[in-house]
């Protein structure tokens, strides 16, 4: 079956194409008689207005975009982007938005990608993940003036809004309940230093460590399940060896927890595991995971709503989503010196 | 910056806006040497074709359609969907074509969008995923007439062309695995019935047991965790229980090994497990897990080439993909009594 067109409808309804319009965009120009026919018959065949026309009408597209460039491999592995995306969606499908998803292979072809959007109308809209220090993006998209909202902080992002949770305070939250516990010797894995959010866990880190009278140790690793034990191992290997690790993310936690036992080592008795970022992968190994929490999806859909504001012309402010809180379970106890 | 439009074009060059549609679309009407002039203007201030007055002139959408109704918290974590939208995705990106992601609630409410984008054009086509016993939606594509590409297996699904991968061959493989190290109880933790893939997978399972002379139990769980984990207790329950398990996916495999490791039992020695669709997943536990792998995203970027097939018109027949193959790690091993 064929879309069904105006001229369908005018060849159904016995009238000219000209009529069909009038009746359907609620102009004058047809009797109230014909109108009713004409848009029963539109309704009968199924008729919608053809998305094209519209965005030549109206200039709009109709969607907003989302550029991911991460490795497929580590992606597909992390939860935190699927829940994102389901909560992004969640939000557009109240207005049948569609979200059009594509990966990049770095930051120049998504770049490209943008200007390529906007100029053919792609678009109405982008979602900017992965921040990194002297962002590239930010400026492209100022210029361009093309509607987009950062997920993460408002640290080097222009005029862009920016939609963030406070990552110092989850950082602060985690190392009181270690430094509660007894642990003096905390490390963390972090993700990569080029990404906007670890140099401000970090420095989080690093300044509660001083505060909290703890001594910390921190590796850098790129979110695999590889990386994450290899830096377990390496931390392990230290003769005074950190009594905790928080990881950067939950793919490295797992990973983390797996080395540390096949190392012999008892999980929390000899060395607690703190993942960021719960997720179902937090409670499918044993023990179950210590992780900080938050509602991922619901944090997409207010960076949906916010998009959707942007692309309507409107001024406005970053917001700051919840901070995420400690979800307390078994990979976490007081260390052995204590004990 | 504003997108740069014919008329923004037109206001440079000092010629009319016809002069300038003339001249982009290489029509005659403007001499050789304005014409020039005209694209370099065009160039300098980075016009692209609109394209949404693309799509009206040759009424494609340039774009295709990926609906999923999966639960958010189960796909979140579950790497097969990622591997798979990046496949396609590296194949679109080839000639810029969007692919525009969304999931449904359920299939009426995705037969509701398929209706809604075809009627508006939203896309030229759309992949098909998790097919099922009278699936609703083939029905429906064949009325609209919609380009679509079933990722699954070619049974119930009418005139639509499936790029698959042979299931049943991939049951045999693991059976014959198993059996030949002396494994004579072996159970199936599978995916929901209402699934194509689960159907095939159980009648497969059940005839190549029944072939190799081994006992055969299965049980029916919905790809998470926690029903994998549940899946596992109840069948190591058993006064006879299996000395080998095969899981459906990844993520009910590794919580089905944890729940074995929670109960005290050795794996392998005491249980042998199996994964469906390898992952890095399998190998953030440990012992890692023995699994079925084949290249996802190839299998994704197949199917994309023959969806843009289908989009062109061309008359097309099944693909099938290559079939899994067992990559044997820690996982596996002889049952205790050959021991």
């Known amino acids: 079956m064929k879309r069904p067109t105006m001229a369908d409808i005018a060849r159904r309804a016995g009238v000219t ?16 008689p014909t109108r009713r026919r004409i848009l029963a018959i539109a309704e009968e065949l199924g008729w919608q207005p053809n998305s094209a026309a519209r965005a ?14 991460r490795p497929a491999r580590t992606l597909g592995i992390e939860p935190f982007f699927m829940q994102l995306i389901s909560g992004i969606q969640g939000e557009l499908i109240r207005d049948a938005t569609p979200l059009v998803l594509t990966m990049a292979e770095d930051q120049a072809a998504e770049i490209a990608l943008y200007r390529s959007w906007w100029a053919q109308r792609r678009v109405d809209g982008v979602f900017l993940v992965d921040l990194q220090a002297d962002d590239a993006r930010v400026p492209v998209l100022e210029e361009l ?58 420095a989080a880190f690093e300044a509660f460590a001083r505060e909290l009278r703890v001594t910390s140790r921190i590796m850098e690793a790129d979110y695999s399940g590889e990386q994450g034990a290899a830096a377990t191992r390496a931390l392990l290997a230290d003769p005074e060896p950190p009594t905790a690790i928080v990881y950067d993310n939950d793919v490295m936690a797992v990973s983390g927890l797996t ?63 919840t901070a995420p809180t400690l979800t307390v379970r078994g990979s976490v106890g007081a260390p052995r010196t204590v004990q």
């Open 17 to 32: 194409k000209a009529a069909v319009s009038f009746a359907l965009n609620n102009r004058p120009g047809v009797s109230e």
């Open 56 to 69: 030549l009408s109206d200039g709009k597209a109709g969607a907003f975009g989302l550029v991911i460039d």
């Open 145 to 202: 003036g093309m509607p987009a909202v950062v997920i993460g902080a408002p640290v080097g992002t222009g005029r862009l809004p920016a939609v963030w949770s406070d990552d110092a305070a989850a950082v602060r939250t985690v190392l009181e309940h270690l430094a509660g516990l007894g642990h003096r010797r905390i490390a963390r894995v972090g993700g990569p230093r080029r990404l906007r959010h670890t140099v401000i866990r970090t």
């Open 259 to 321: 080395a540390a036992q096949a190392l012999g080592l008892r999980v929390p008795a000899d060395v607690s595991v703190v993942a960021w970022d719960d997720s179902a992968l937090c409670e499918l190994v044993h023990p179950s995971l210590t992780a900080l929490s938050r509602d991922i999806a619901a944090y997409g859909a207010r960076a949906a709503r916010r998009l959707r504001e942007a692309a309507g012309g409107l001024g406005l402010g970053d917001v700051q989503d």
